[in-house]
């Protein structure tokens, strides 16, 4: 099940198994005013929530993140790792910029998705693209991005009956990711 494979997935991160986990990325270049949002995040956070933020290869960041944050219980800094992947698998919701790379790798995780300022281009047309179809959420404000995670957490219903955000979003990247495009790419280039 989910669950079992998120266990699983903290364990081999290090994660504590309780509670909720909030997964930043800002990239490889670790891009953003991170630090302020961590802040922000650590303020709103609930009692055994963990943090998790990978910085990439920003060794700057990572010290600053370190010399801020560091000794915080629950929350974990990460430089550059080939663990991903098992990090999206270990956490609840993703807060990251609309790189086409995590972001498409979130949605084939089916994980919650709450993208954070992009750079201008490509990236606003990711987010877009994204918020359109409902495999993200976003907004311009690191407070509303915070409260839209928390709400992505969340699994309960509004009063009408109606799907919770999170549901409705996992929903959306069942029906739209394609997690095979890979397998499908390479047959069509061996026919050509």
């Known amino acids: 099940s989910q669950k079992e494979e998120m266990k699983r997935s ?16 800002g990239g ?5 005013k991170i630090h302020l949002f961590v802040a922000e ?17 920003n060794q700057k960041l990572q010290k600053t993140l370190n010399r801020l944050f560091g000794g915080m219980e629950r929350v974990f ?16 919701v993703i807060f990251t910029k609309p790189g086409g790379l995590t972001s498409t790798e979130a949605l084939v995780k089916r994980i919650p998705i709450v993208h954070t300022a992009p750079i201008p281009g490509c ?26 995670g928390k709400r992505l957490i969340s699994d309960t219903q509004d009063p009408h009956g109606n799907r919770s955000l999170r549901e409705e979003m996992l929903l959306a990247q069942k029906e739209n990711g394609k997690p095979d495009a890979a397998v499908h790419i390479i047959k069509t280039l061996e026919k050509l």
Request: charged share 25%.
């Open 10 to 25: 903290r364990t081999l991160c290090g994660l504590p198994l309780d509670g909720r986990a909030f997964l930043i990325m």
């Open 28 to 32: 490889s270049m670790g891009f953003g």
């Open 41 to 57: 995040l650590l303020r709103r956070r609930h009692d055994g929530d963990s943090v998790v933020i990978i910085c990439g290869n």
């Open 77 to 92: 800094i990460l430089g550059f790792t080939r663990e991903v992947s098992r990090y999206m698998d270990a956490c609840d």
């Open 123 to 148: 990236e606003t047309a990711n987010r877009n693209f994204f918020v359109k179809r409902h495999l993200s959420v976003s907004s311009k404000y690191i407070a509303k991005q915070i409260t839209l």
